[in-house]
């Protein structure tokens, strides 16, 4: 028998391994409470971007609903103006971005044989500078090398001959029928109409309801002091707006500036770039260079040599630097 010192002494035989499984189970807890979190955002998409989208729109149009009920009107007609001002905006903006898609998807096809005949162009020069690497020597494989071209072109051969006695059998499907024709034209245009009227619905909720969203949010946070928690979101709020606001504007000259320059260079369809310049900077970091890769492709397309696709580099390089310069002061 142990006496109670010894007892004291000895630990509790489960106790490290209760410990270690503990510690176990705390490594994975972020992990599942990030799948889950990963599972809900994707699964809930179709809902949750529509949301947030109007979480921002509302943010943004947010001051001008101030500066309209500055000037006597009530809060529905200044909510009501605002949305119609955006949806103006935003339709006007979708209606320059189709009509200069479709102009330039007829030249498209052109466009990409240019480009594929330039980087042929480019490989067959880079090969010619640096094929040393790659040529063959007397020895070390070459054989082999022999064998394995002389079996592909075999089987291209046979390839052919069997392509040639095959009987060519087009199948063709029946006509559409009038009600078939017009699911074809409906059915893809419902989804963006739908997810536009959650956007604007949702966004004249949250101007409407803005003080009481506000009110149930501190009720939410369980805060004791209620006049200090009342301002701090007022100001968060307002700063926020105005920060989105601002970098709408920036957003929109940056749109604007490249519009102008990208007309001037002669680039086909230069709306629709100066349009997904400017959306696309909304996105941190990489927005401008995705923005940058579509007409720099198009002015390697109309431009025979590299000069036009150097310069639509430099315009996109020039006016981001410039405009992230003065945004940080």
Known sequence: MLNLSERQARPFPLRGHYQASHRGWDMLVPWLVGTIVACWLYFGRSILIPIIL???LS????????????????????????????????????????????????????????????AARVRADVQGKFGFLTRETPSGGSGHRAAERARQQGERDLSA??????????VRDPPLTAFQEIQTIVVPALAPLETVL????????????????????????????LHRSTIALDDGATRLSRYFLSQFFVNCGFGIII???????????????????????????????????GPIAIAAAVDPGWSLATYVALLFLIVDRSLAMHSSR
């Open 54 to 56: 109007a979480i921002l």
């Open 259 to 293: 519009w102008c320059g990208l007309f001037v260079l002669g680039i086909p369809s230069p709306g629709l770039w100066g349009i997904l310049a400017a959306l696309l900077r909304f996105v941190p970091y990489v927005g401008s260079i995705v923005a940058a890769a």
């Open 161 to 170: 001959r069997t392509d040639a006695e095959v009987i060519p059998v087009e």
């Open 198 to 225: 959650i956007v604007v619905i949702v966004t004249i909720f949250v101007l409407f309801q803005k003080d009481d969203l506000r009110d149930r949010l501190i009720r939410l946070m369980g805060s004791s002091d």
């Open 59 to 118: 943010f943004l149009l947010a001051p001008v609903v101030a500066i309209i009920r500055r000037s006597g009107l009530p809060r529905t007609p200044s909510v009501i103006f605002a949305v119609l001002i955006a949806l103006c905006g935003i339709g006007v903006t979708g209606a320059v971005i189709v009509s200069q898609a479709s102009t330039l998807s007829q030249d498209a096809p052109a466009y990409a044989e240019r480009i594929a005949e330039k």
